[in-house]
């Protein structure tokens, strides 16, 4: 079965310092999600992509947060600089299309930061 | 704002016993989606069940059902016959069909089944 691939599955960094986390949706969906899950809470949207275009972003931090889907395949976000908050787990997800209502939404495995 | 509440971070159940998650919720959007879904240990996030807020017809999947009440905001979970396997942190989420369908999640609900 396909899955949506995430690297690395564990980051660790020191503040200050920039990372970057990768996901590969599965191949034909055009919508892509990043959230945030901060140790004993939900997940929290970042950003949402449909194809290479944002369609939210509203609750990312762009001071130091980036996100980027170039060819509207796989994504990257970037952390720049790290600040011990930042600490989580970021999950990737994707569906074929916004409308999907969550049916088909696929979760890959996260990347667990932790800054020091 | 659209909020998502579960006001239980623990539960325990006896394998192949019956267990119910709470979860209630608060918008003023009259269509919209509710979800659980379960983290097991992997991290992964996996779909339980849905059920959409038009249908009156609680939703079931196998051993796990729900207990919409519209009126009064409330999702609960329904877990029979727990298994080892359902060992999970469990999160009750909500959804408004829009230009995004971005999911509202809760603070979850860490599930133990025992042998």
């Known amino acids: 079965e396909a899955e949506v691939a995430q690297s690395p599955r564990y980051k660790i960094t020191e503040k200050s310092q920039a990372v970057a986390f990768w996901c590969d949706p599965i191949?034909?969906?055009?919508?892509l999600y990043w959230y945030r899950q901060i140790l004993g809470q939900g997940p929290e949207l970042l950003v949402q992509f449909q194809d290479e275009s944002v369609v939210d972003d509203s609750q990312l931090p762009k001071d130091r947060f980036s996100a980027e889907r170039l060819k509207g395949v796989d994504s990257t976000l970037k952390i720049q600089p790290a600040e011990l908050g930042d600490s989580a787990m970021y999950l990737c997800?994707?569906?074929?299309?916004?409308?999907?209502?969550?049916?088909?939404?696929?979760f890959g495995s996260g990347t667990q930061l932790s800054v020091l | 704002a659209q909020t998502v509440t579960q006001s239980q971070p623990e539960m325990s159940v006896q394998e192949a016993e019956t267990v119910t998650l709470s979860c209630t919720y608060d918008t003023s959007e009259n269509n919209y989606y509710l979800f659980w879904y379960k983290q097991p240990p992997s991290r992964q996030m996996i779909l339980v069940i849905r059920?959409?807020?038009?249908?009156?017809q609680n939703a079931t999947e196998n051993r796990f059902s729900v207990n919409f009440q519209k009126a009064a905001k409330s999702f609960s979970l329904k877990i029979s016959d727990s298994q080892l396997g359902d060992t999970a942190m469990y999160f009750c989420a909500f959804m408004t069909p829009g230009v995004t369908d971005k999911l509202i999640f809760g603070t979850g609900t860490r599930l133990q089944v025992f042998p």
């Open positions: 997800a994707s569906s074929k299309e916004v409308g999907s209502v969550g049916e088909k939404l696929f």
């Open positions: 191949s034909g969906h055009a919508t």
């Open positions: 059920q959409e807020a038009y249908k009156q």
